[in-house]
């Protein structure tokens, strides 16, 4: 009786371990991994001049590049800090699970979660509770993940969907509302910036707490030149590489105009849509409201 329960087990634990090599190669919806989702709409002026933003779907600004519209020193940052062995593994990293284990039960609390760049792609994905069970089906959709795409589309799903803090998803957005630039010419010193604030994006504001961002900025530093990305003098510099931040201030202008464009524009056309090009002279605009503000000032004594 003893043996044939061993066998029925045994027979079990084979059909479960096929089911689930089977479910690997199962693919996922790929509209959800879709750009539109992260892509906002920017209104802009005859010149390209940006007149109002319209959020995404993510309730986010963000823009869908491709990997040589960015920086290499981004790519290095990212892999450094996030996720070494990311060409290497094939959705989850053994090595880095039991590092965070063990980092975690030596501190009794959680202070690592071993996810890969391919799970952090999931959990933006399928958002859900910092459990276990929820741990373990993420790292299973890592791993169909794999399956579906090549390293770089998932390297691209991360580095155009990734969170960085006051409403802006994806490297290229981050590049311009900290920076004011295209992320192509993000410097090794912005690039792990910018790196840093993906970890706790609220924390992490350099608007708020630019100590705090900074600090992680060098641990990230640090984490390239321990990967071979810099060398010690290369990582020494960018350490003392002065940082300018843009003003965080929100460009909306010709509110009337803008709310009538998106009035008019049908529903079928929004999901995808990244810019509408409009007829209005921005310039031109400003200066006749001046005039009109100017003109109704001087009225102002006839009530």
């Not at 991994?33 to 779907?57: K, M, N, Q, W, Y």
């Not at 030596?106 to 999931?122: C, L």
């Not at 155009?160 to 630039?181: C, E, H, M, T, W």
């Not at 100590?211 to 060398?231: C, D, K, P, W």
Request: charged fraction near 25%; aromatic fraction near 6%.
């Amino acid at each position: 009786m003893t043996r044939t329960w061993r066998t029925t087990g045994l027979i079990a634990v084979g059909v479960a371990l096929v089911a689930f090599g089977a479910s690997l190669f199962v693919p996922l919806d790929r509209e959800l991994f879709s750009p539109a989702r992260t892509l906002s709409l920017r209104i802009t002026d005859r010149h390209g001049t940006l007149l109002r933003e319209v959020l995404s779907e993510r309730e986010g600004r963000g823009r869908w590049c491709s990997l040589a519209e960015i920086s290499p020193h981004v790519v290095n940052a990212v892999i450094a800090t996030e996720d070494a062995r990311f060409f290497q593994h094939p959705g989850v990293d053994p090595l880095a699970l039991l590092r965070a284990a063990w980092q975690n039960a030596r501190a009794r609390r959680i202070v690592s979660g071993g996810s890969t760049i391919s799970m952090q792609v999931i959990r933006n994905v399928y958002p859900a509770k910092r459990t276990l069970a929820a741990k373990l089906r993420e790292a299973w959709l890592a791993l169909r993940l794999e399956r579906m795409m090549k390293k770089e589309d998932i390297l691209l799903q991360y580095l155009n969907s990734i969170p960085f803090g006051n409403q802006v998803f994806g490297v290229d957005a981050a590049a311009r509302l900290y920076f004011g630039k295209p992320p192509a010419q993000l410097s090794a010193a912005e690039a792990a910036f910018l790196a840093a604030l993906p970890n706790s994006p609220t924390l992490n504001d350099p608007y708020r707490n630019l100590r705090r961002a900074r600090e992680r900025q060098r641990h990230i530093l640090l984490r390239m030149e321990e990967e071979g990305f810099l060398s010690k003098e290369e990582r020494e510099r960018a350490e003392q590489e002065a940082l300018v931040l843009a003003p965080l201030r929100a460009s909306f202008k010709a509110p009337h105009f803008t709310t009538m464009i998106l009035q008019n524009l049908p529903p079928a056309q929004r999901p995808g849509l990244e810019e509408i090009r409009t007829t209005l002279d921005e310039s031109l605009q400003r200066t006749a409201e001046l005039m009109v503000q100017a003109h109704l000032a001087r009225l102002r004594k006839h009530d």
